[in-house]
C-alpha cells in the first residue's frame, strides 16, 4: 500500500510507532475492504493523501507522550550572541524604518517570528521570552542604544568604504 510506505519512510527510525502503524494500518485496510462491499462512497472519497492524513492525526492523538519531532524536526533557532534587550532593539530600529522594510501585520507577529526563529546569549531551552522581548521591544533601555550606536557606526563605515570602491 502507497501510504503504508510513505509513513514507514517518516517513521523508519522508531520502531515502536512502525509497529503501532503498521497494526492501525491493518485495521483501517480491514474497516475497509468491509466498507467497500457495503458502501464504496467512502473508499471512493479517501486517497492515499487523505488516508494518510487520517493515520498521522489518529497517531498524534493517541501517542501525545511520543514527539514527532525525529519526523519533523523543528528548524534550529539562529543563534545570536545578543541580549535579548539587544536583539529587541535592532528589531525594533528594523520596523521603524520607513518606507517599510518588514512585512507584518502587527508587532506580535514579529514577536513570534523572533521567538520561534531566534536565540539570544542568555536564553532558555524553551527560547525567548515573548513577554520579555515586548517589553524591550516597547521600551530600549540605554545600554541597548549604546551597544547599538557603536555598531552603527561601524557599519556606516563599511557602507562609505564599498560607496568609494
Avoid at 16 to 43: A, R
Avoid at 104 to 132: M, P, Q, V, W, Y
Wanted: glycine content about 2%; some cysteine.
Amino acid at each position: 500500500m502507497q501510504t503504508e510506505a510513505k509513513i514507514t519512510t517518516l517513521l523508519k527510525n522508531e520502531s515502536s510507532n512502525i509497529e503501532y502503524l503498521n497494526t492501525f494500518i491493518e485495521n483501517i485496510s480491514d474497516c475497509m475492504s468491509k466498507m467497500v462491499d457495503d458502501k464504496n462512497f467512502l473508499f471512493d472519497a479517501l486517497d492515499d493523501e487523505g488516508l494518510c492524513n487520517i493515520i498521522i492525526d489518529d497517531y498524534q492523538r493517541n501517542c501525545l507522550d511520543r514527539s514527532l519531532t525525529n519526523i519533523y524536526p523543528k528548524p534550529e533557532r539562529l543563534k545570536t550572541n545578543l541580549s535579548v534587550p539587544q536583539l529587541a532593539m535592532l528589531c525594533r530600529m528594523l520596523n521603524e524604518l520607513k518606507p517599510n522594510i518588514l512585512d507584518i501585520n502587527a508587532d506580535i507577529d514579529l514577536h513570534r517570528f523572533i521567538k520561534s526563529n531566534f536565540e539570544t546569549k542568555n536564553s532558555s531551552e524553551k527560547g525567548i521570552s515573548i513577554d520579555n522581548f515586548r517589553q524591550d521591544f516597547s521600551k530600549p533601555n540605554p545600554n541597548s542604544a549604546h551597544f547599538w550606536e557603536k555598531h552603527l557606526q561601524t557599519m556606516i563605515a563599511y557602507v562609505i568604504k564599498i560607496k568609494k570602491a
